[in-house]
């Protein structure tokens, strides 16, 4: 009896475990999420795929100068219930794109507001 108890008590606990080591993986450690910045631009490419699909975007500086940017979502199977196809941005569309940016410095977001051809998309499926 005893044994069983302890071994009901360590399967729980690894339940428990679990879904913090996927927050761990899906957390925003590499985002500064103490602000939100925008970019307008437009889409280069659109990848609908686990687990984050991906944005790409050209940015033009104060310069003239074209930045590319990568802003990263949740998956397809959350983007999908919010209307979201791998159509749904393609090369040549407009953009406005607000999120975290990452913190090495990178032009690379977490994407929190994505604006399309003058139509917001929604994002977050946890709304």
Not at 30 to 40: H, K, L
């Amino acid at each position: 009896m005893k044994h069983t108890l302890l071994a009901l008590f360590a399967i729980a606990a690894g339940f428990l475990v679990i879904p913090y080591s996927a927050y761990a993986h899906h957390g925003f450690a590499g985002f500064d999420r103490n602000s939100v910045v925008t970019y307008e631009g437009t889409v280069t490419d659109f990848h609908y795929v686990n687990p984050h699909s991906v944005v790409e975007f050209d940015v033009k500086d104060d310069k003239g100068q074209v930045q590319n940017w990568q802003g990263e979502m949740t998956s397809p199977s959350h983007l999908a219930p919010l209307g979201w196809k791998a159509s749904s941005l393609e090369a040549g569309d407009h953009v406005t794109v607000s999120g975290y940016r990452a913190k090495n410095g990178r032009p690379t977001l977490w994407v929190t507001k994505i604006i399309a051809n003058g139509k917001e998309m929604k994002i977050d499926w946890k709304d």
